[in-house]
């Protein structure tokens, strides 16, 4: 029998790894016939939120982004999203990215749909309009090679441009593919892993990941992965971008 206390989930001050293994279901007002899994949150001092939701096949996702923008991203499966009066069908790697001030509906899912979220309290930027409602498809973006090395590859799933104040990414790393540096800025991180294995070092501190686990890092966590084992190890993240870096 296993021993049920073990767990590669380790949540810290300033970096958290959470493995399917703890999930804990939680209800949200408006959101029905699913599980809710809060993977990450302001309680654990985050400044994001993300959710693992899985539908059944009388799912139904109802709400309003008010201070909070809302990005979707379909892991496996399919469902129709509406957001203000504007349907379309979502598949396995599509995404809706909902700005605040909009209506939003998910419904019609293929039974075992999971869907990821991110939020987070949108800053606007004067002389900025609030970005538009876009639907997208991970497989129609370009993943050029990161910072030289062909064994990374980086989509960019929603704008570069000031209006938006985050972003949302795809990583790729071929097998023992690994990061150049070790990275330590400013950007804070939500991210869960869609395929393969690896390891990730987190401000010193070391851990294996695979499909599945998701990972928070708060700002100045240091950070560096390596893809290991035979099939690529890819990843979907979330970080913060430009915004004056402080309000002091």
């Not at 990215?97 to 998910?106: H, M, Q, R, V």
């Not at 991210?191 to 890092?217: A, T």
Request: glycine share 8%.
């Amino acid at each position: 029998m296993e021993i049920s206390a073990l767990t590669r989930s380790v949540v810290k001050r300033n970096h958290a790894v959470i493995s399917p293994d703890g999930y804990i279901n939680s209800h949200v007002p408006g959101w029905d016939n699913c599980t809710v899994n809060v993977i990450i949150n302001e309680q654990m001092g985050a400044n994001l939120c993300q959710t693992l939701i899985t539908l059944t096949d009388k799912g139904k996702l109802v709400g309003t982004t008010k201070q909070s923008q809302l990005f979707f991203y379909v892991i496996e499966g399919q469902c129709t999203a509406t957001v203000s009066g504007d349907t379309k069908s979502l598949k396995t790697g599509q995404f809706v990215y909902i700005p605040i001030g909009n209506d939003y509906l998910i419904e019609e899912p293929e039974a075992g749909t999971q869907l990821l979220t991110f939020h987070k309290l949108y800053e606007k930027l004067e002389g900025y309009a609030v970005p538009p409602v876009i639907f997208g498809d991970a497989a129609n973006v370009a993943g050029p090679s990161y910072m030289g090395d062909p064994a990374l590859r980086l989509q960019v799933l929603l704008p570069d441009e000031l209006s938006f104040d985050m972003a949302v990414n795809i990583f790729t790393y071929d097998p023992g593919g690994h990061l150049p540096l070790v990275e330590t800025h400013i950007m804070e991180h939500g991210l869960i892993y869609l395929q393969g294995q690896g390891v990730y070092m987190l401000d010193q501190n070391w851990y294996p990941i695979k499909k599945g686990d998701s990972i928070w890092m708060a700002p100045y966590c240091q950070q560096w992965f390596t893809a290991m084992g035979k099939e690529p190890a890819v990843y979907i993240y979330y970080k913060n971008v430009n915004r004056f870096p402080t309000t002091v």
